[in-house]
T-cell receptor, first 117, second 111 residues
Framework: GAGVSQSPSNKVTEKGKDVELRCDPISGHTALYWYRQSLGQGLEFLIYFQGNSAPDKSGLPSDRFSAERTGGSVSTLTIQRTQQEDSAVYLC???????????????FGPGTRLTVT | GQSLEQPSEVTAVEGAIVQINCTYQTSGFYGLSWYQQHDGGAPTFLSYNALDGLEETGRFSSFLSRSDSYGYLLLQELQMKDSASYFCAVRDRRGRRALTFGSGTRLQVQP
C-alpha cells in the first residue's frame, strides 16, 4: 500500500506568483491535514478536512492561502501572490476516521519544499 | 494562547535511556502525541496518550499526567538510528484531530 504522496517535492517561485501543492492521501483515510514547517521549527497547522464536513481553516495564515479536497481524496493547497515568508516545507498528512486510537495516528507525506525568491 | 515546551537538544550515548519532557498550556486537551522526524524526512507517529499513565511500545514509552499538563517520551536502549528530532503534539479541540506541535527536541546519540 502506498503512503501519502505529495508533489512537487521542490518548488522555487518568484515573489508574487501563485503556487499549487498537491497531496494524495492514503486510500481509505477520511481525514486530511496540511501543516507547514519552517527550518528547525515545529509543524504549524494550516487546514483540516474530515469526510464531507466543512474544512477547519482556522490555521490558514492569510486569505492568500486556500485548499480544497476533491472527491474526498486528493487535496490541493494554493498560495496566491507568494511572499518570501511563505518559504517552508509544506506537509500533508492523512488518518483514519472514527474514534478508535488508530484514528489519531497521522501519516505524513514527504513534503513540498517551497522557496520564494 | 497555545504553547508546548520541550528541550531543544538532548545528547545521550548508545545503550542509555533518555527522557524527553513536554509541558503544555492549551485551551483544551484531548490527547498528547509524539512524532519522530529524521533530518530531511517526514514525521512518523510514535505514540498517543489520551489518559493518564504510561504506554509502552517496544523501546519507546510515553507518559501523560493531565493534572500536571505534562508528558514525556522515554527511549530505552538507545541506538544510533534514534538520532532525530522528537515532537510532542497536543490535540486541543474536541472533534478535531489536527495537532498543535512543540518546537521539537533534537536527540543526538553518541557512540
Amino acid at each position: 500500500g502506498a503512503g501519502v504522496s505529495q508533489s512537487p517535492s521542490n518548488k522555487v517561485t518568484e515573489k508574487g506568483k501563485d503556487v499549487e501543492l498537491r497531496c494524495d492521501p492514503i486510500s481509505g483515510h477520511t481525514a486530511l491535514y496540511w501543516y507547514r514547517q519552517s527550518l528547525g521549527q515545529g509543524l504549524e497547522f494550516l487546514i483540516y478536512f474530515q469526510g464531507n464536513s466543512a474544512p477547519d481553516k482556522s490555521g490558514l495564515p492569510s486569505d492568500r492561502f486556500s485548499a480544497e479536497r476533491t472527491g474526498g481524496s486528493v487535496s490541493t493547497l494554493t498560495i496566491q501572490r507568494t511572499q518570501q515568508e511563505d518559504s517552508a516545507v509544506y506537509l500533508c498528512a492523512s488518518s483514519l476516521g472514527g474514534t478508535s486510537g488508530a484514528a489519531y495516528e497521522q501519516y505524513f507525506g514527504p513534503g513540498t519544499r517551497l522557496t520564494v525568491t | 494562547g497555545q504553547s508546548l515546551e520541550q528541550p531543544s537538544e538532548v545528547t545521550a550515548v548508545e545503550g542509555a535511556i533518555v527522557q524527553i519532557n513536554c509541558t503544555y498550556q492549551t485551551s483544551g486537551f484531548y490527547g498528547l502525541s509524539w512524532y519522530q522526524q529524521h533530518d530531511g524526512g517526514a514525521p512518523t507517529f510514535l505514540s498517543y496518550n489520551a489518559l493518564d499513565g504510561l504506554e509502552e511500545t517496544g523501546r519507546f514509552s510515553s507518559f501523560l499526567s493531565r493534572s500536571d499538563s505534562y508528558g514525556y517520551l522515554l527511549l530505552q536502549e538507545l541506538q544510533m538510528k534514534d538520532s532525530a528530532s522528537y515532537f510532542c503534539a497536543v490535540r486541543d479541540r474536541r472533534g478535531r484531530r489536527a495537532l498543535t506541535f512543540g518546537s521539537g527536541t533534537r536527540l543526538q546519540v553518541q557512540p
